[in-house]
């Protein structure tokens, strides 16, 4: 294990060890855990079109836990979005993130497809600057966090999720290169 990673390894655990106490005081349900794997930077923009791919890096791990929707006001007003917190680990020594964001689920018509878009913030290990590639310069450390994907629900308990996260300051620190992963996820529904 890398020497960065140990404090992100760290801090998921006693994180997600102390969440369900803390969660359950505030009436919030586990709904889902998730665990997959990830290309690192594997796209070199913001939105994941055109001809920027590189899909060199298969070295990221990606674990998830998603919270039911609290049945308070503002969030059915804001279409009772999930309350995500979930971590990305770089086994090759780069950029590791802990993120935490509201995940809206769109079921496709009657089919067990659905879309999913998630918004929040993430804190990078990550180089500020002076990183050479394939390395990012994240300019700071905390980061806003985004995510869209595209899954099915196998079975009442399981979900498979092709999911593109990505990272970056939108320009309020300098240098602002972010990062954006792709990959798989499995989840396991409560």
Same mark, same amino acid.
């Given at each position: %294990?890398?020497?960065?990673?140990?404090?992100?390894? /760290? +801090?998921?655990?006693?994180?997600? +060890?102390? %969440?369900?106490?803390?969660?359950?005081?505030?009436?919030?349900?586990?709904?889902? /855990?998730?665990?997959?794997?990830?290309?690192?930077?594997?796209?070199?923009?913001?939105?994941?079109?055109?001809?920027?791919?590189?899909?060199?890096?298969?070295?990221?791990?990606?674990?998830?836990?998603?919270?039911?929707?609290?049945?308070?006001?503002?969030?059915?007003?804001?279409? +009772?979005?999930?309350?995500?917190?979930?971590?990305? /680990?770089? /086994?090759?020594?780069?950029?590791?993130?802990?993120?935490?964001?509201?995940?809206?689920?769109?079921?496709?018509?009657?089919?067990?497809?659905?879309?999913?878009?998630?918004?929040?913030?993430?804190?990078?290990?990550?180089?500020?600057?002076?990183?050479?590639?394939?390395?990012?310069?994240?300019?700071?450390?905390?980061?806003?966090?985004?995510?869209?994907?595209?899954?099915?629900?196998?079975?009442?308990?399981?979900?498979?999720?092709?999911?593109?996260?990505?990272? +970056?300051?939108?320009?309020?620190?300098?240098?602002?290169?972010?990062?954006?992963?792709?990959?798989? %996820?499995?989840?396991?529904?409560?």
């Amino acid at each position: %294990m890398t020497p960065r990673l140990a404090p992100f390894c /760290l +801090s998921l655990v006693i994180g997600l +060890s102390a %969440m369900p106490t803390g969660v359950a005081a505030q009436g919030l349900e586990l709904d889902e /855990l998730r665990a997959g794997v990830f290309y690192h930077s594997a796209y070199g923009g913001f939105l994941p079109t055109g001809n920027n791919w590189d899909f060199a890096r298969f070295e990221d791990i990606k674990f998830a836990a998603l919270f039911a929707s609290p049945d308070i006001e503002a969030f059915h007003w804001i279409g +009772s979005p999930r309350i995500e917190v979930g971590t990305t /680990l770089n /086994l090759q020594g780069r950029e590791n993130l802990i993120h935490a964001n509201l995940n809206w689920q769109i079921g496709l018509f009657d089919t067990p497809l659905y879309l999913e878009v998630g918004f929040g913030a993430a804190l990078t290990d990550g180089a500020l600057d002076g990183a050479a590639r394939p390395a990012r310069n994240m300019g700071c450390p905390l980061n806003f966090y985004d995510a869209f994907g595209i899954g099915a629900h196998i079975n009442e308990t399981t979900t498979v999720t092709l999911r593109y996260e990505h990272i +970056s300051n939108l320009e309020i620190c300098s240098p602002n290169d972010g990062l954006s992963n792709v990959g798989v %996820m499995v989840g396991v529904k409560f």
